[in-house]
């Protein structure tokens, strides 16, 4: 993110003075700058997605296959990065489905976004979904949930600050029959 704002710096001051020509020097400092930061930024783990292409589980698999895409719904597709498929992961209709997702260590997690299925029946069949973590030793612990439908467009986005746990499950908290239908999971945060 500050790299981003950084890198914007030139932009943004020949827009709003575009009679004051801004000097190459400052341009190229600034650029170091953003370097720099994103540099920082990796090195302590900031704005990292700590979900990509770890262990998911989940409680079953519904062997479908999305009909844009040349591969079957599967776990690993959920911390693949990518988003353009109808959907990459769903469990079978079943009593309180879960998938969950395990950073290999205790992490400090800032932020959770779920990124829903593309096609269709957005809140059908999965609400109200719990989101629960773990230290990996322990139970899970309920931290958000959502009672409303949510998609890729719309994803569900959840702020934890000063949040720390390995694993993380979303699960259904219905009593009646469920399924869940995602297309990526992503935690922010860093290393401890
Ligand atoms: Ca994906």
């Not at 650029?31 to 700590?50: P, Q």
């Not at 069949?125 to 139970?139: F, M, N, V």
């Not at 949040?163 to 979303?170: I, S």
Request: proline fraction near 7%.
């Amino acid at each position: 993110m500050l790299e981003g704002v950084i890198g914007r710096v030139p932009e943004l001051a020949r827009r709003a003075f575009p009679q004051v020509p801004v000097p190459s020097v400052v341009a190229r400092w600034l650029a170091l700058l953003a370097s720099l930061a994103a540099l920082w930024g990796s090195c302590f783990g900031f704005d990292r997605n700590l979900a990509r292409d770890k262990l998911v589980t989940m409680s079953s698999m519904c062997g479908a296959r999305p009909r844009n895409s040349p591969f079957p719904a599967e776990p690993a597709r959920l911390v693949d990065g990518s988003k353009w498929r109808e959907y990459d992961a769903c469990t079978a209709t079943e009593h309180q489905p879960w998938i969950a997702v395990d950073l290999g260590t205790v992490q400090r997690i800032e932020e959770v976004i779920v990124t829903g299925r593309r096609d269709c029946c957005w809140g059908y069949r999965d609400l109200p979904l719990a989101l629960e973590l773990s230290d990996g030793a322990g139970s899970f612990q309920e931290v958000a949930r959502r009672e409303q439908p949510f998609s890729d467009r719309e994803p569900w986005r959840i702020r934890l600050p000063g949040a720390r746990g390995r694993q993380l499950r979303l699960r259904v908290a219905s009593e009646q029959a469920a399924k869940i239908v995602l297309t990526e999971i992503e935690v922010f945060g860093s290393r401890d």
